[in-house]
């Protein structure tokens, strides 16, 4: 297949774009300008250019499908513009459906299972939302996905990513006291991204358009349990600190998958194998010397 990947240095997007490379797809990687350089995309051969741009229409043509992991991809960051996570989450979506359609190109729009939740959580969630209804509502083919708490290789907290066990494993391999604040029974259903990376796959290739599923590990897992399933696999005895307190809006609940939507077809491998399987990948992609952990 033919497949055109947003936000190509991000961890879905290069995970995304090397996977379905690897399996021997033509893949043309797509990033920002001036996107944030990150260690293990170094590599990779990426278009520069904005989502949003209308000139990425030209690069949609001959697609089979476009995977689309560029916008805002966190809570804290949309917490705090907004604005801006609505016009990357939702504003993006319209301009790559508008190409889709003019080329023949399906869209695979990833949202959260967030998204879902009424009343909206947060601001997050309301701007993937927005994506998933201009998703149902344009013309183009397309398919929406909400996705679990999904981790694994290409996350990497000392780069800017964010997640529970993307924090978790980072502190324990630098040898500091894992903090959950708030509850740390909230759960959370974690989803290893390459099971994630092969349900999608098989959604473009059988042209599931039209649908909205849900991306699940299919277990709710309390943060404490996840944090010693991280520290079981780094080999470590670094401290739980749990804290308590007020954590911002979306933040204090639980997120559990929805029985109502029907799942994207995947494997889900247990979870303490994918986490020993990240941070195996983790290990080996230190920080630079000289570069400070976030």
């Not at 508008?98 to 729009?109: F, I, K, Q, T």
């Not at 299919?218 to 007020?246: C, N, R, Y």
């Amino acid at each position: 297949m033919r497949l055109l990947v947003t936000g190509a240095t991000g961890f879905l997007g290069w995970r995304a774009a090397t996977r379905l490379a690897e399996h021997g797809h033509d893949v043309t990687a797509v990033a920002r300008p001036g996107a944030t350089p990150r260690a293990h995309s170094r590599d990779l051969e990426a278009v520069a250019m904005d989502a949003g741009d209308p000139a990425i229409h030209e690069l949609i043509a001959g697609q089979d499908a476009v995977l689309h992991f560029a916008g805002v991809p966190d809570p804290a960051r949309a917490r705090t513009d907004p604005a801006r996570a609505v016009r990357e989450n939702a504003g993006t979506t319209l301009n790559l459906l508008d190409g889709c359609a003019r080329h023949g190109a399906g869209l695979v729009y990833p949202s959260s299972i967030r998204a879902g939740v009424e009343p909206l959580p947060d601001a997050y969630a309301a701007s993937k939302r927005l994506g998933e209804e201009v998703c149902r509502l344009h013309r183009a083919d397309a398919a929406v996905v909400r996705m679990t708490s999904v981790f694994g290789p290409g996350q990497v907290a000392w780069e800017g990513a964010t997640g529970a066990i993307a924090a978790f494993a980072g502190r324990a391999l630098r040898g500091e006291p894992i903090v959950i604040p708030g509850d740390p029974r909230r759960t959370r259903d974690f989803l290893y991204v390459d099971d994630l990376l092969d349900g999608l796959e098989r959604l473009v290739a059988e042209r599931a358009w039209g649908e909205l599923l849900l991306a699940a590990g299919g277990a709710a897992t309390p943060l404490i349990d996840a944090a010693e399933l991280v520290l079981a696999a780094v080999g470590s005895d670094v401290p739980l600190q749990l804290p308590g307190g007020q954590l911002p809006a979306g933040e204090g609940a639980s997120y559990a998958a929805d029985p109502s939507v029907r799942r994207l077809g995947l494997t889900a491998r247990p979870l303490a194998e994918g986490v020993s399987d990240y941070v195996d990948w983790l290990a080996r992609h230190p920080p630079p010397q000289g570069r400070p952990p976030a």
